[in-house]
């Protein structure tokens, strides 16, 4: 008895002791953390009030390497691409115009783009640059009110283009402008407008596909240089130069060789067999190098080969080119039929089978049929006129289905 | 009030008891006062919202609102206009009327108080002799209002929050009612004007300092103020971090602004009220009540104008800390809440309330000893203060700060 | 556990749910996925009679941006700033995960200074994550004065990590092979200035808040994990140690150059509560802030003199299809492993990213059973999950 007595007394004293307890942690609790806020009313705050309350002007504190808006300084790029190749998101779109290094300058750039809307600032196309064109700039202030104007152009005028740099022999300094000089001053004020969209006579003006002046004929100067490169072909120094003025010349390093004179070097001493190491000389240079090293072999020039037009896109494919892969080359004009249109010469069957091959094949239902099936019957069997439905497939469908079916153009939308 | 409508009546040549328009003349007297004195309480709970914005930037190391006007002090005007502006929306699932008339129902409840509260020796609307227990029926109007509003929303959430906070506030009214019962003893009476008489203007003359149980009772009655005006640590029912806002989600514009009308006057209630009961009030150290009210001409205007000030210094400073307790601790849950007040207040106050019973008899037969508790406990309060500061301090060398109340305002 | 656990797909879950709360008439709330507490866009669906709840089923994939996918279509470099988007708050960790699996693809050496200037980015990562974690979990609680104190701290971090790569949250600092940049010059000066600093603002900060009687209430006892519970779910990080087991990345399974160092990992021991509580796992990644100091003044105190900072890394990576790697760190929030299989050229086959809030969220269901919501906020912070994490 008088032990539960005793253990109730305990246990009575054990909560009042608890309560008491409670009552002494809260305090001593709230006395350190009230201390602890009171003190802070008394110092100075951690806001920096920007951008007109700053006791130092805000450039002047970001360090070295902060990465803001990209900027290109033009002097010194070497048109390499290998910042676009680096680029995980396509950022930058940069366009070059080749030509055959004598009359025309070899590299040209007509565009340098960056879309800095789009740009996640990585820093990864900074790396690869050979001369340090391509940099970081410490501007970060760049609201405009008009989303095109995000995209930096850095070859302001399509008409004027920049000439590549070739960096001298060795040389390991660039001189380059003040960093930020030139993206701030295509930053404009924010509330410039936007360039003008390209009207619809202006689109199909374009001269799209077809070749520019001075641009390279890459069949007709790879077939030189493979005639060039047959005469020296003992003597390696001269058999090196020739092979190199089939690459970019940009030095850029990409092929695995430290510059081009490595990469030919080594084709010419035997030692390199392949032919697509040079990124930026694209194709380009893979079908120059291809005719070389097939000459070299066989000790004879490919031909022209029969049927030669130049209507490809500048530098693009020849129909006959010989490959050493037998890959067939892609053709990009349609066949121009010079008989009876299609629909007059096959049966319906073949002619329905011509009719879909054309269509888009994404069965998207925009025709107003229930899918590309539907409306290639309905234009073959069921007398369908309007050859204009297939939105997919857009002008080309259009174009197409207007030779199979009538043999001439279409009209002008 | 009744006696200064009365004097100006009789200045004009009649007789209050017999004249016909006596009670158009009380009757235009009320809403006079009425319109100043919620004018006042809505300007007020303004201030004090750029305030706790201020003081709240300031314990958080920043800078808080300071470019609508000198130190950003019109921010709340521009905020006041912006709520005017917006678009008045009652959710259509919501019960139409109980939706509009509950914000009012609030702001009856909190406006009513000011009536017995008194702002300096004679500037009071009126001066019941059952002061404190009306402004402790009154404020229950507040509960009416949130219920009103969390049940007429129509959305669970404003639901959770109404219902915790009527839970929160009738439980709290308790210990706060016994707690304010205390002064009430040492007074003798009600009226708050009376009970700021029974104190004097220095510090060991306050109702604070009288006795252990008085000091116990004011923190007793602060906490269930705080719990009472959903302030925090007892801000759950408009826990943003919970259930968005509470019994207020779906108020928007004007309707919005009048819950934080009430929230934000109510610091000033609390703390005047705690102002009148253990801080002295008006009372001008040196200055007893009956010298203060036997003045005239120039002294009257300068002591009356000296007790406001008075008075509003020391409201304002426990509006401070309530302010600064919001940004210091955490929130309570809401059983931790109920089992706190239950069973920690409750039994307190009534600890309190008997002890002061017994400590008044005790006192009456031996003076002396109440002298000398009053000292000790004003010596212990001053020493208290003394260190915290020294704290204070202490905590900003420790970091390696120095002391700045100026820079970056 | 009373019944075995069976895994339904989420329309069962949903439906059941549905059903329950026909049958017994409770209410079914939304909790997300816009709600300011739940860290990131994550939905609960939360069956409840008013303030207990019954059950609290997480529906995640807000956040889901497909970055597995995108890795089989990027080059293994041209990866590096999305693994920085798996969990933005501890981005070097992400990097370091994908750096280790494609060093370890090609059998890379990864020179001794990279490999400390990886250590120092990664702890000093760690702090910045963990003070975002114990500050949004006092916020909360309803204590928001800790999170801008938090913040701040935070903010000297950043200026740090800035001077070293150039950004500040999104870090792309490691590469494959090494790092992008080497310490900039009075690099070692700062951070130890900022050290001196930091710990004495880990005092003020648990002086203030981490013994705060009302925050000890609120945590303590709160879903405290038991150690075979914490391990069946696999949880891992610092929700696992608080769980008293001692399983630490850096210490089990060393990598990098952490076997150089001496720090010590701390474990729940339910000081104020539970072993295994919330308030376990809050003071777990407080100590954690403490070691990751520590093991920053000896590797500024132990850096290599010699230069090098990337290893031989051919110019395009290429790998010979078929062949995997593995790598397992220790991010802020546990264990991250990244399993790459390479293919034809020069991108991935299928990369895989496992991460610890994922599995976090699957422990939420079981602790819930009888919290009340205020406490489902508590819990979801203190397991400290961020939704890109859970979703990539």
Redesign the interface.
Known sequence: MAETQAQSGRQAEGAFGAYVKNVRDSAKSFWEGMSVTLSYMFRKPITSQYPDRMSVSVNHTIPARYRGFLEVDMDICTACQACERACPIQVINIDILKGDGKLVPKLRMERFDIDIGKCMYCGLCVEPCPTGAIQHTREFEGAVMHFNNLTLRFVPDVLQPVVAYKPPKGADAFPRKQLGEITRSLIKAWDAPPPPFPSKEEAAKAEHGKPKAGALDVAAMGRQLAARALQVKEDKPKLQKVIEEAMAGTDCGDCGYPDCFGYSDAIAQGKDFSSEKCAPGGADSKAMLETILVTLKTGVVPGPGAGEVSDGSAGGHHKNMVSPEGVSPVSTEVEKPTGPPLAQTLSKDELYKVVLDAMAGTDCGDCEYADCDGYSKGIVYEGQTDLNRCAPGGEDTRVKLYEIMLGTKPPAK | MQGFLDNLIRNAGHDPATWPYTQFVYLAGMAVAALIVINFAAIASGIFSWAERRVAARIQSRVGPNRVGPAGFLQWIADAVKLLLKEDLVPDEADQFLFRIAPYFMMVGFCCVFVTLPFSHSLIVADMNIGVFYIIAVTALIVVGIIMSGWSSNSKWSLFGAIRSAAQIISYEIPGGMALMIPVMLAGTMSTQGIIRAQGGLPWQWFLFDNPAAFAAFFIYFTSALAEGNRTPFDLPEAESELVSGYNTEYSGMRFSYFFLVEWGNLWVMSALAVTMFLGGWQIPGLSPERFDALTGGTAVVAEIGSLLIFALKTLFFVFVVMWLRWTLPRIRIDQMMSMCWKYLVPASFAGVLFVAVWMLIVNAAPWLGLAMRFTLTAVGALTIAMFALRVLKNIRDTGDKFDFTSNW | MSKPLEIPTMDMENKEVLRRIEITGD?L?NMGPQ???THGVINFLVQTD??VMKRAIPEVGYLHRSLEKIGER??Y??????T?RVDYIAAMFANQGWAMAVERLLGLQVPKRAEYCRVIACELNRISSHLISVGTM????????PF??AL?ER?FIN?LL??????RL?Y?YLRIGGV??DL?SGYEDKVSTFLD?FE??L??FN???T?????I??LAHLAPIPAPMAIDYCLVGPNLRASGVNFDVRKALPYSVYPEFDFDVPLGKGEVGTPGDSWDRFWCRVEEMRQSCRILRQALAQMPKDPAIMGKV???IKVPEGTEAYSRIESARGDMQYYVVAGSGENAHRVKIRTGSFTAMGIIDALSRGL????L?ALIASLDVVAPEIDR
């Open positions: 209410m709330l709600h300011p507490s008013g303030e990027c080059t470099n041209g990866y590096m700033p999305y920085d006092a916020m909360d609680v309803g204590a928001v004065t801008p104190y701040r903010e200026d800035e001077e070293l790569c150039g950004a999104t792309n992008a940049f900039p600093h004495k603002i005092d003020e002086r203030l808040i013994y705060n009687e009302i925050f209430k609120r051919p110019r395009k009340m919501i205020a406490d906020v």
